[in-house]
């Protein structure tokens, strides 16, 4: 009888400690880093760099087009000598590659820049997420929108990472 009445005892107990530990809540917060990159000062003038960025390799390829198109014509106007049809063919050829290589490495670039720009924005707004965290008595703050699917406004804490970070710059 001793044992069961420890045995209770215990089981009591542990379910005391549980429900005392369950009581204890965690908040969490969010912030939307798109926002952060689209909204802030330094989000802003990246974005601007990036565009300038775009604007370059898409002049780039643009050229690279026009000169594909001028040989294509070329070969279409029927006025060549053989000779010179199947050396301008084989210069369409190379071109049409250097094109397409082109396209594909324009875009990496652009997209790499891109990771780098909302990395480089967001390590600006760590310190202040962290602080933030601190202050409210968040125990996390999640950062991907893709997953989440409401979150209260009281928890969204995006736009005061914006002031805070424009108030730095």
């Known amino acids: 009888m001793k044992k069961i009445h420890i045995s209770l005892v215990f089981a009591i107990s542990c379910l005391l400690f549980a429900g005392s530990a369950a009581a204890q809540t965690s908040k969490v917060g969010f912030i939307n880093p798109q926002r952060i990159v689209s909204e802030s000062k330094v989000g802003r003038v990246a974005q ?3 565009a300038r960025l775009g604007e370059e390799k898409d002049r780039r390829v ?9 040989l294509q014509e070329q070969l279409d106007s029927g006025q060549l000598p053989l000779a010179e049809q199947q050396s301008v063919e084989k210069t369409l050829r190379v071109e049409v590659r250097e094109y397409e290589d082109l396209v594909q490495n324009s875009n990496l670039d652009i997209q790499g820049e891109e990771r780098r720009l909302i990395q480089f924005v967001m390590r600006q707004a760590d310190s202040i997420l962290q602080r933030i965290a601190q202050e409210g008595g968040f125990t996390m703050i999640l950062t991907d929108p893709e997953i989440i699917g409401f979150v209260v406004d009281s928890m969204d804490i995006t736009d005061r990472v914006i002031r805070e970070l424009d108030a730095l710059n």
């Open 62 to 70: 643009r050229e690279q087009l026009a000169v594909v198109q001028a």
């Open 48 to 50: 601007e760099d990036l």
